[in-house]
């Protein structure tokens, strides 16, 4: 997936959080598409109420990042430990 803005006019997201707390609502009318990981393995973060596990890799801070497209309204939140981060663009 390329994250790229050009030519669509879309915004660049880039966020982190931890313990829980909300990293990301997608407006009305836009698509975000991106990727999402944690520097912890409970877990990378949670979607519309649904906590999310992904490969995580044994060497501290070494994660394999989720490729996500959300629609609006979808609700992107840290993982309860260690910090999350969201990166992508949004149209």
């Not at 997201?13 to 836009?30: C, Q, R």
């Not at 995580?56 to 979808?74: E, H, M």
């Not at 999350?84 to 663009?89: E, I």
Request: net charge negative; charged share 10%.
């Amino acid at each position: 997936m390329a994250l790229s803005s050009a030519g669509g006019g879309g915004t660049t997201i880039v966020k982190s959080a931890s313990s829980g707390s909300e990293l990301h609502t997608v407006p009305d009318g836009k698509v975000f598409e991106g990727q999402l990981w944690c520097n912890n393995q409970s877990g990378i973060g949670n979607i519309n109420g649904t906590n999310l596990a992904w490969p995580y890799y044994a060497n501290y801070f070494s994660t394999s990042p989720l490729a996500v497209t959300l629609n609006s309204g979808d609700v992107v939140k840290a993982a309860p430990s260690g910090t999350t981060y969201l990166v992508g663009v949004e149209k």
